[in-house]
């Protein structure tokens, strides 16, 4: 049961990053200087009910997470953390048209590759 919770974890934890640059990017906003236009473009994504959900995603993930540590030693539950990275990387490839060189997958196998060894042990 306790990985259903590093399971549920994950999946907030992807939602909430998806959803995050989902609007960000299509609202094209720019922070470089902090100007007034940019702080008012800011606040409307704030408010934005997508982005709220994402916020709640993280909030949730956390929830989540906080069980899961409950019933796992951190050494063993925290590298499965590590999944949002690649998982992340394939969906906005397919969501958003994000681009997947061969060596960004190179680096996001060896990401699974150290998922699985640093997972080893420690259990419940």
């Known amino acids: 049961m306790g990985y259903l919770f590093i399971a549920a974890t994950i999946l907030f934890t992807i939602y909430g990053q998806l959803v995050l640059y989902w609007r960000v990017s299509s609202r094209g906003i720019g922070l470089n200087g902090l100007n007034k236009e940019e702080v008012i473009g800011l606040l409307r994504v704030l408010m934005d009910p997508w982005v709220l959900s994402g916020f709640g995603a993280a909030f949730i993930a956390s929830i989540f997470y906080m069980i899961a540590l409950s019933r796992f030693q951190l050494n063993h539950a925290y590298p499965f953390m590590s999944l949002?990275?690649?998982?992340?990387?394939?969906?906005?490839?397919?969501?958003?048209?994000?681009?997947?060189?061969?060596?960004?997958?190179?680096?996001?196998?060896?990401?699974?590759?150290?998922?699985?060894?640093?997972?080893?042990?420690?259990?419940?």
């Open 84 to 124: 949002t990275f690649p998982l992340v990387a394939v969906c906005s490839h397919f969501l958003f048209g994000d681009l997947l060189p061969a060596r960004k997958l190179l680096g996001l196998g060896i990401i699974i590759m150290g998922i699985i060894v640093g997972s080893q042990g420690g259990g419940s």
